[in-house]
């Protein structure tokens, strides 16, 4: 007896996906450029239903709602205001049922803070890279074993890394210096709670490898630097891993990196089920 396989019906045609609202959390440096590409359509999939900040705003393209009435409209969620934002918020927009997507990956070297985000839900949670890359690899070189030693060098402009907790001593070195100066050296759980705009990329790192406690993170201010520079070295028993990048700094902003909000669409791309994405 001979068996008879029935032919797949062959279709040209594709069920829709369901567009997904977005409200953006944040009308800076980073959300104008997130923001606006979203109006004008850039990103397929995904529609600016409103935006979320704590000034008054007039030239937003989509309302201006607060958070609690921006969580009944918008099944995704995009931080782009800071680190205080994801601690206050994120698990309200988890519970919600609304997914999440953080560019300030800082707030996340709280473990504890991880923990509730990991239980909260239906709604899920997306981080992206920011400024750096080889995050994808060094997440899948955790599936051949831990790695021994992780090190990420930030350099950037002195006047962006400055912080009211620093001394007198510190701070005049900064707005002296004709050098590369070592402003602090830590891991990344505890570096990006002293530069909660600065650092975000160290966050990025630790999520990507594990564990906080393992990156080292060097940070440089140098008056030279045109172009802010991140480093990463990594080794284990199964490879070593360098990457380096350098940006220019966002000029309404040169804390963060005129990249930024480009890896922040990426990401929405890749969440919203964009094709020929880079997963």
Same mark, same amino acid.
């Given at each position: 007896?001979? &068996? ?57 393209? &989509? ?20 680190? &205080? ?45 920011? &400024? ?148």
């Amino acid at each position: 007896m001979t &068996a008879t396989l029935t032919p797949r019906p062959q279709t040209h045609t594709r069920p829709a996906r369901p567009v997904r609202r977005i409200g953006l959390v944040g009308w800076g440096a980073i959300g104008r450029v997130v923001g606006t590409a979203l109006a004008e359509g850039h990103i397929p999939g995904a529609e600016l239903t409103c935006i979320i900040d704590n000034r008054p705003l007039v030239d937003a393209p &989509a309302p201006q709602l607060s958070f609690d009435d921006a969580l009944a409209v918008c099944d995704l969620v995009v931080e782009a205001a800071g680190q &205080a934002v994801v601690r206050e918020w994120a698990e309200r927009v988890l519970h919600s049922g609304a997914d999440l997507l953080i560019a300030s990956t800082g707030a996340l070297v709280d473990p504890a803070l991880v923990e509730r985000l990991r239980a909260a839900g239906p709604g899920r949670v997306y981080f992206t890279g920011g &400024a750096v890359g080889g995050l994808d690899l060094l997440q899948a070189v955790r599936g051949l074993g831990p790695l021994t030693s992780v090190t990420l060098t930030t350099t950037k402009l002195p006047a962006t890394l400055h912080q009211p907790w620093m001394d007198a001593e510190l701070t005049e070195r900064l707005r002296t210096t004709t050098e590369p100066v070592e402003v602090m050296r830590g891991t990344a759980r505890d570096v990006p709670v002293k530069f909660p705009k600065s650092t975000n990329v160290a966050a990025s790192v630790a999520l990507a490898t594990g564990d906080p406690d393992l990156v080292e993170v060097v940070v440089v201010a140098d008056p030279a630097a045109t172009l802010t520079r991140h480093v990463i070295e990594a080794a284990g028993p199964h490879g070593t891993y360098r990457f380096e990048v350098a940006h220019r700094p966002d000029a309404a902003n040169p804390a963060t990196s005129q990249v930024v909000p480009h890896a922040v669409l990426r990401s929405l791309g890749a969440v919203v089920g964009r094709a020929g994405q880079i997963l």
